[in-house]
């Protein structure tokens, strides 16, 4: 099971690190969300960590499950430190579009986007652990032999009021957990901006979110573009983090609901 767009390391030398400013609001959110900036929501993203290099304070310390003798074993430490930045891009993300929120990164990857189903399922059941607001997951798996592992972390998460959001498969197809009926699937596509998406309730994929030459923070502190499913999942995720904050109580379906409400005109 791996990331679902492509990572590389790079060489070059470290830029001084500043939080991006906050992603400009358009005019439904003020209506429907009013002043929300994800104060009190905490957001776990299962992905290869954060650049511990970048001093932000809003991601607070999490967790490493890949072990750092062999990536795909389990092995449970406190180094969350990112080693290719798919995670550092998605954490920063959700944080320009809910700046108040907290992120708890949960590493599965290493160098490479690739993980194995006991550290992703490990993950998830930290996360739920954690009883974090929302778990962005950008990635997944096609294998079988996990989906049922998965399918009852996300319903333990579901019931206890966690919104998990998962990025599809770039290349079509099904993946989990994004097909989950208790999880919110999230295909890319190319949009005005990160707060613009459509909600399509008969889809396996029910958000399109904007994933197509993203603007992402990656190692280092530098910005580049990336593209794919892994890079709308948190344009979803934050506006997650913002409803809950607003809706502290809102379950899946509530979510669910207002996404629709929220949603841009096909």
Known sequence: MSG???????SLPSLPYEPAPPTARPAWVARELGDATGRGVRVAVIDSGWDRSLPEPRVLPGIGLASTADELALGRSDDDG???GHGTACADQIL?????ARVLPARVFGAGLETSPSVLCEALRWAVEERVDVVNMSLGTTRD?????LYVLCERARRQGTIVVAAGNNVGGWSYPAVF????????GKLDSPFTFRYRPDEAMECLAW?????VLWLGGRRIPRSGTSFAAPHIAG????IRERHPGASLEDVRGMLARFSAPE
């Open 4 to 10: 679902t767009a492509g990572a590389r390391r790079t």
């Open 82 to 84: 990112d080693r290719n």
């Open 211 to 215: 994933g197509l030459e993203v603007p």
């Open 181 to 188: 009926e208790n999880a919110v699937g999230v295909d890319a």
């Open 239 to 242: 506006i997650v983090a913002l």
């Open 145 to 149: 032999d996990t989906r049922d592992h």
């Open 96 to 100: 320009r579009m809910a700046p108040d």
